[in-house]
């Protein structure tokens, strides 16, 4: 069975400490690895797709790596803003979009 | 364009009261999914639909039910309410793997 487990459940940094999320998968085929940023009583935002070990992006200062059994989003000097729950999905060859339970990360001023 | 839009916001029901929570897109998007999400537990599939007419189950889709009669809307049908059936619903549609969500519906069964 797919399954997807994020960590830490919390993570709480002082505006400008980097730092990194965990998110560990098993999956049948994986058809991509998805990390979404949700505000308090929003809806999950996208913010990247990765497609296959070695990928990378970036986004302002977001940066999400994959390997074959995990992705890491890194955090580089994190504002207050950024203050969210950080989800991860992985697709599986079968079309089944399987969620972790979420980072909720917290930067205090 | 409004993107993925869901009603209602809000929504109390008393057990083994049936109602649908309605979902919309204006994106001609041929992937549309139903989410429940609990504290704790993140996201679960309850059915999803590749295009109008084609509809299949996900993760927990017990007590759901689901149709896609055109690809716009989406509506998601809950028979007879249970109060494990408590939760915020998000409904999500996609054309490429990336989800657009909409802003939740959340419900009270008591």
């Known amino acids: 069975e797919d399954q997807v487990t994020q960590s830490p459940e919390a993570l709480r940094l002082q505006e400008g400490e980097s730092s990194s999320l965990n998110c560990s998968y098993t999956?049948?085929?994986?058809?991509?690895l998805f990390w979404y940023r949700q505000d308090p009583g929003k809806g999950p935002e996208f913010l990247f797709t990765l497609y296959s070990a070695g990928e990378e992006k970036e986004k302002e200062r977001l940066k999400a790596t994959l390997t074959k059994k995990e992705s890491f989003l890194h955090i580089t000097a994190p504002k207050p803003e950024d203050s969210a729950t950080y989800l991860c999905a992985v697709q599986s060859g079968m079309g089944d979009m399987r969620f972790g339970a979420g980072t909720r990360l917290t930067v205090k001023p | 364009n409004a993107g993925v839009t869901q009603t209602p916001k809000f929504q109390v029901l008393k057990t083994g009261q049936s109602m649908t929570l309605q979902c919309a897109q204006d994106?001609?998007?041929?992937?549309m999914s139903w989410y429940r999400q609990d504290p704790g537990m993140g996201l679960r599939l309850i059915h999803y639909?590749?295009?109008?007419?084609?509809?299949d189950q996900g993760e927990v889709p017990n007590g759901y039910n689901v149709s896609r009669s055109t690809t716009e809307d989406f509506p998601l049908r809950l028979l007879s309410a249970a109060p494990s059936q408590t939760s915020v619903y998000f409904c999500a549609s996609s054309n490429s793997g990336e989800q657009f969500f909409g802003p939740g519906t959340r419900l009270t069964v008591l």
């Open positions: 639909s590749v295009g109008a007419g084609i509809t």
């Open positions: 999956v049948s085929g994986l058809r991509g």
């Open positions: 994106m001609n998007h041929e992937y």
